[in-house]
């Protein structure tokens, strides 16, 4: 995609797709050694007896590599400026080897009445190699209208 989105840009029902990006075992226990020290993040051995059955990442780790696929994907006028969130779900571990994307839809959009921008409602779905969502995340976004 080239060029900056503005809120006319996004419709409801435009979508997104990321490219993929993955995810090794150093990168899982480096995040959690900083983020998130538990067991069943930082070591296989441990984390095969937790109910993950093997090294995961941590959910904050997902998070946050979802909002860099946005970002990659999503060239919003200003930034992706976030006003809230209804949603975040976990659904499933992301393992070492995984290659994560997010598809993004724009599912509700308001112009402000007062300000020359809009909120608009984005559902990200993070999916892993199989395509198989591991992660569903829904958040508004204050983007801005072009200026005539």
Request: charged fraction near 30%.
């Amino acid at each position: 995609m080239t060029g900056l989105l503005y809120f006319d840009d996004l419709p409801v029902g435009r979508r997104f797709r990321s490219l993929p990006r993955r995810i090794e075992a150093a990168d899982i226990v480096a995040f959690a050694e900083q983020f998130d020290p538990q067991p069943f993040h930082l070591d296989d051995e441990a984390a095969k007896a937790s109910m993950f059955k093997g090294l995961a990442a941590s959910g904050w780790h997902t998070m946050a590599l979802t909002m860099r696929l946005i970002v990659d994907c999503l060239p919003v006028a200003g930034g992706v400026i976030g006003s809230g969130a209804d949603e975040l779900r976990w659904l499933r571990p992301v393992r070492p080897g995984d290659e994560l994307w997010v598809e993004c839809e724009v599912i509700d959009r308001e112009p402000s009445k007062s300000r020359p921008q809009g909120r608009v409602k984005m559902r990200n779905t993070t999916r892993d190699s199989d395509g198989e969502p591991v992660q569903v995340f829904t958040a508004h976004m204050i983007v801005p209208r072009r200026l005539s």
